[in-house]
């Protein structure tokens, strides 16, 4: 055993053909492979607004104070199993960790398969980690509540499970602290089976037509699949004891390949699994007989966890349904998680209401369902990315929620030719939620244009989206990813590149909402990379209504074309036979702002912003930087990210 571990440290003394341990690079082969994680920084704790009913009484500028100068750390997930953690200064390791999943669970992959000479490569540990300050007992055996750094990671393909360590401060990062540092796990088997009332403990389990509970490969079925759900941490509703403030949450969606085929939503009481035990009167389910009615709950009067499960799953055993990432929002600006958003496989958008003190009462509703409809037939259109929220510009109670349909995940993802869509769908909040329909909303469309300076650009549509109750009562607006071949017909002619999906990050800088394609390689192809575009659009809209005016043409310049350091008419697209070096200001009004750019050798990742600086890696692992122009807009200030997420960026 000290061998096995020794190995996973990075010790080559047992390596072939000395021992029977696979090999490893002698170069660059101390770390597994990164491929869906971004790295996370940690200073010191830097959080704002941390004050209020609903937190603590314990200062938060304290904590500030005693752990302001902890050494800075980056915190990244690999593929040989381990949560790394770096100096930010020197690059140097200071932590790693396995979680106990990797060794013990049914549905994680094992982490002995790395020592295997014939070993092929698989996904661990592969998904960015989430953290947030949060009060918590960190040690169940000391009495008490503080304030502490929490980190907490999940597998991706790797494994169904979720863990949590407590990262407040790294010189406690020693074999001599561990139990200091790991919190708990949550897995699978930790889950309950599905019951036949969702929200009712007690109406026993849910069987199939024979009356028997449904088992897949001789286990019982459950909600909780693959982890690549990236958690929001946030404080609750739920009121804590005492002083303690309200209860800090972990918010996920369920993810694919749940035995069960749900789509649902938990939400996980961060403290409370510190004691190793999840709790749920549920779970009760779980033996057959089910076991004896006794209320399982913490000393609170509520279960460890909540699982809100919808209305749409199937039990055939196969992919199923499943829900995607959520977001998670404070509408009243008390710092609590007020509702979440997100989506499932077969496209439906969710509001969860987490408003109410009780978790009991929690609710969920459904708001829209994407789908594409071409020559009759209707195909449904997979939700599976974060959504964004941005106020209504109407009515700031109000919201449109922002998203993206389609799915990078499974084999026949890599391939798939169905169309995909961008949407942005007003929530009016309502109690019963109005469901909107896709005939409610404005069409914007791409337009795919060459440049002999630019090489492959997009334009995009500027269709009026009128929200008022007078006039044409949009209810949002969409744009489908179909664009035709260079000088197509939006109306007639088959996409150019069918399949195209905006499956990365949406980000909104300065006003103007950005986000990254992924164009799938064909089923005839034997080039495995098609590459995809960098995209813009306006959140309220989806036009470009939003881009700014720099004075020439109607509309502005996003991003800085000619790299030259400016955005002027020399960046705006010019209609064919135009002079485009032309500085006569007349040529200028059939200019346009290119509100896409082609990516023709590589994908995309999800992109970060430095400034006005957008940058993004590439599947060649080269870096995409683009300058926008996105310094200063007059819509910054109602488009502010930080008025709705509950999760504040990373420090």
Known sequence: VRDRVNYLRGDRSMERPVGNFRERPTIKGGIGDIVHAAPVFLGGPNRTGMTGDAFPATSYASYQSEFGGRQRMVYVSSNDGIMHGFSATDGSEVFGYVPANLMTATYSRKISELLNYE?????????????????????????????????????????????????????LFTEATADEVVLWEFTDEDDHYPLQDPDDP?????????????????????????????????????AGSGTDGNEWIAVFGNGINN????????????????????????????????????????PLGRPDFVKITTDEGSFDNGLGNALGTPVVIDTDSDGT?????????????????????????????????????QLGVTTDQPLTTKPTVIRHPDSPDEHIVIFASGSYVTLPDGSSSEIQS??????????????????????????????????????????????SDTGADHKGWYIDLDAPPVGGDHDTDPAEFPGERAIRNIQIR??????????????????????G????????TGGIDCFANVGQGEFGAVFDLNNDGYFDHEDLIADEGADEDSQNPDDYENRRGGAGQRLEDAVPTDSSFIGSKRITQLSDKSLDIRETNTEVSATTGTLSWKQLEVLPPPP
């Open 119 to 171: 070993y092929e490569h698989r996904f661990f540990l592969d998904l960015t980690p989430a953290i947030n300050d949060v009060y918590i007992r960190p040690n169940p055996d000391t009495p008490g509540k503080e304030w502490a750094s929490i980190l907490i990671g999940g597998h991706g393909a790797g494994a169904k499970a979720y863990f949590a360590l407590n990262v407040t401060d790294p010189t």
């Open 337 to 373: 998680a007020d509702y979440a958003y997100a989506g499932d496989r077969k496209g439906f958008m969710y509001r969860f209401d987490l408003t109410d003190p009780n978790p009991a009462n929690w609710t969920w509703n459904k708001i829209f369902k994407a789908e594409y409809n």
């Open 422 to 467: 961008i949407y942005g769908i007003h929530d009016d909040l309502a109690g019963s939620a109005t469901f909107v329909m896709k005939s409610e909303l404005q069409e914007q469309f791409y337009t795919n244009e060459e440049s002999p300076e630019f090489g492959f650009l997009r334009s995009l549509s500027n269709n009026e989206v009128d929200y």
């Open 202 to 238: 007690a109406s026993g389990p849910r069987l199939d037509e024979h009356g028997d509970r449904l088992e897949k490969d001789g286990l019982l079925v459950k909600d909780m699949g693959y982890t690549f759900s990236v958690p929001t941490i946030g404080l609750s509703n739920v």
């Open 510 to 531: 300065g006003g103007i909402a950005f986000v990254n394609s992924v164009i799938p390689r064909s089923d005839t192809s034997c080039v495995d990379i098609a590459g």
């Open 259 to 298: 035995t069960a085929g749900s789509a649902a939503l938990y939400v996980l009481f961060i403290n409370d699994g510190v004691d190793g035990d999840w709790c749920h009167p549920a779970k009760k389910v779980n033996t057959e007989p089910p076991g004896p009615d006794i209320a399982c709950l913490n």
């Open 533 to 540: 575009f960098i995209l813009s659009f306006c959140p309220a």
